[in-house]
């Protein structure tokens, strides 16, 4: 069936240093595709969604691309700082459901 | 506001017991989730509902059965525990309305360990 994948498992960047996470999804059908960031311990937080008929989306420290062409999308973290670590999840909504791709780690070293 | 509620947080079963998870959201959501994550793995969709009343199923149903009497309650049923229903489960609700929301809102999950 059609799902949501990431390239990467994990990922380490150096505090201050951009941070770029991949995600690939199949469903060309999905009208959102969002990210969440989840602590250890804790449940997903919605980061910022792109709708299918965008290609960026802008937030606060963070971009979202849309790259409908190879069906890819990236998240971009500006300055990344400790309180980034986490495992961020790229996420695709079709109708009614939401459904997640098995997620990067996010390791800032300082 | 309290958000989404889950009870309990922690729970060991054995084979072929049965338990409801519960979840409870006070933001008047229409839209309800549950999800399992098992370790260091992505979130797994069990069971969707999009009101009071309405259930669908997810990637992963099996073994689980939901209920969804009012708007604010949707709990996750287990009827004959398996080991393999070990998990970390998350409820999650979302808001509807005129403007397209993707924003859901997560419990704080509850940890099943089926022995």
């Known amino acids: 069936g059609e799902s949501v994948g990431l390239h990467l498992p994990t990922l380490s960047v150096q505090e201050g240093d951009n941070s770029i996470i991949n995600c690939a999804y199949s469903?060309?059908?999905?009208?959102?595709f969002i990210w969440y960031k989840q602590e250890s311990g804790k449940g997903p937080q919605f980061i910022i969604d792109i709708r299918s008929n965008m290609d960026k989306r802008q937030g606060q420290r963070v971009t979202v691309l849309l790259n409908k062409t190879v069906k890819h999308l990236s998240l971009q973290i500006a300055a990344t700082q400790p309180g980034d670590s986490a495992v961020y999840f790229c996420?695709?909504?079709?109708?009614?459901?939401?459904?997640f791709g098995a997620g990067t780690r996010l390791t800032v070293k300082p | 506001n309290a958000g989404v509620t889950q009870t309990p947080k922690f729970r060991i079963l054995k084979i072929g017991q049965s338990m409801t998870l519960q979840c409870a959201q006070d933001?008047?959501?229409?839209?309800m989730y549950w999800y399992r994550q098992d370790p260091g793995m992505g979130l797994k969709l069990i069971y969707y509902s999009v009101g009071a009343g309405i259930t669908d199923k997810g990637e992963v149903p099996n073994g689980y059965n939901v209920s969804r009497s009012t708007t604010e309650d949707f709990p996750l049923r287990l009827e004959l525990a398996a080991p393999s229903q070990t998990s970390v489960y998350f409820c999650a609700s979302r808001p509807t309305g005129g403007k397209e929301n993707t924003e859901a809102f997560f419990g704080q999950g509850t940890r099943l360990t089926v022995v």
């Open positions: 933001m008047n959501h229409n839209y």
């Open positions: 996420a695709e909504k079709a109708n009614n459901d939401m459904r």
């Open positions: 469903n060309s059908a999905s009208d959102y």
